[in-house]
Structure formats: structure tokens, C-alpha cells
T-cell receptor, first 113, second 115 residues
């Protein structure tokens, strides 16, 4: 079962395709951003972060893009796998992460085999 | 290495009862956070502590909610009296502010149902 039964926007992709999850953040003063993954019945898990002095950061199969002009963040997942199915949250912070994170509403990713 | 440990994982109680949720942060972390997750409001911050001191409790819904951190390895979130609208998953998270990163490490959550 789900963690909380959220009525979230859903992105459905085929296994092996690339996924792009978007997020609009709210605070123009935010200088640190994180993407979290939440699987059913579990707590959010860190995926990747980026500071405002960067516009792109790559991890293993994931890339985060930051556009401060329009306050937009995206998470790209390459070669999406069934294990990537989860809810994805973006989170923002100020003071380079020394305060509490503010979370977005989340996007559900469903990977079809 | 143990992560953030929360208890209980599930709690079902009746309206008016006192509920106490517990959290053990990761050893060495000096900041602790309580978040609540609901269908309507998503993940929202209730309160956070730095070095056992409450820094921001503006997210605590009302006087029925209280949180304490008596030492670096333990925190409680108490609801008294509980109401059905308090039903949610409550997450505890911790981090260190000494490493220069803002990553929060979350526990598995405590699912509270108030009947």
C-alpha cells in the first residue's frame, strides 16, 4: 500500500525509456535543492542535490537541472527501471541547506514493464 | 550503520487519547526534524531542533502538539488530546550541519490513525 494515498500527478513510462520529472519551487531566495524518492511505506530517500551556483548536476542514471530564472527544477532518470517506480519530491532550502527543507507536492512515477 | 529509528511504526487510537511518537536520530547528527505527511498537505515541517534546541516550531498545528529533545539521541512528538484530523504519517529526520550538505535522512515513519 501507499504511504499516504496522495492524489498526485502521475508520469507513466515504459521500462528502458528516459523519465523527466518537473518541479516548480516557490522561494527565489532558495539556494539548495534536493530530489527525494519515496517508495510505498517508506520514508523519503535522497537521490541528488544541487546548489544554486550550478545549473546541472549528474549522478548515476540521474541528472538534475536547475533554472533559477523561472524557478524550475527537473530530474531526469535514464533507462528507467521498475525499481524506479515511486513518488518523487523536490525540496528547497536556504542558507546552503542549514535550515529545514520545504517539500513540493510530489510526482508519482509508474514504470511499465 | 543504523538509520533514523522511529517508534511505533503504526498507532491506532481513539479521539481524545494521548499519543507519543519517538525518534532516535543518526548518531553524530546535530539537527532533528519532525515532518507530517497527509494526502491534503503533503510533507510539511512541524518543528526542528539544532543541538537539542528548538529552532522553528511554526509548523506545529496548535497547542495539542508538543515536541521535546532531552538529549542528542532522542526526541518525542506528543499529541494530547488527539483528534481524527491528526491522522497522518509522521516522519523524523536528522542531519549534521557540520558537513556542508543539507541532506536529511528520514526514518520509516509512524502511521497514526485517530478514530
Amino acid at each position: 500500500g501507499e504511504s499516504v494515498g496522495l492524489h498526485l500527478p502521475t508520469l507513466s513510462v515504459q521500462e528502458g525509456d528516459n523519465s523527466i520529472i518537473n518541479c516548480a519551487y516557490s522561494n527565489s531566495a532558495s539556494d539548495y535543492f534536493i530530489w527525494y524518492k519515496q517508495e510505498s511505506g517508506k520514508g523519503p530517500q535522497f537521490i541528488i542535490d544541487i546548489r544554486s551556483n550550478m545549473d546541472k548536476r549528474q549522478g548515476q542514471r540521474v541528472t538534475v537541472l536547475l533554472n533559477k530564472t523561472v524557478k524550475h527544477l527537473s530530474l531526469q532518470i535514464a533507462a528507467t527501471q521498475p525499481g524506479d517506480s515511486a513518488v518523487y519530491f523536490c525540496a528547497e532550502n536556504m542558507d546552503t541547506g542549514r535550515r529545514a527543507l520545504t517539500f513540493g507536492s510530489g510526482t508519482r512515477l509508474q514504470v511499465q514493464p | 550503520d543504523a538509520g533514523v529509528i522511529q517508534s511505533p511504526r503504526h498507532e491506532v487510537t481513539e479521539m481524545g487519547q494521548e499519543v507519543t511518537l519517538r525518534c532516535k536520530p543518526i548518531s553524530g547528527h546535530n539537527s532533528l526534524f519532525w515532518y507530517r505527511q497527509t494526502m491534503m498537505r503533503g510533507l510539511e515541517l512541524l518543528i526542528y531542533f539544532n543541538n537539542n534546541v528548538p529552532i522553528d516550531d511554526s509548523g506545529m498545528p496548535e497547542d495539542r502538539f508538543s515536541a521535546k529533545m532531552p538529549n542528542a539521541s532522542f526526541s518525542t512528538l506528543k499529541i494530547q488530546p488527539s483528534e481524527p484530523r491528526d491522522s497522518a504519517v509522521y516522519f523524523c529526520a536528522s542531519r549534521t550541519t557540520y558537513m556542508g550538505t543539507g541532506e536529511l535522512f528520514f526514518g520509516e515513519g509512524s502511521r497514526l490513525t485517530v478514530l
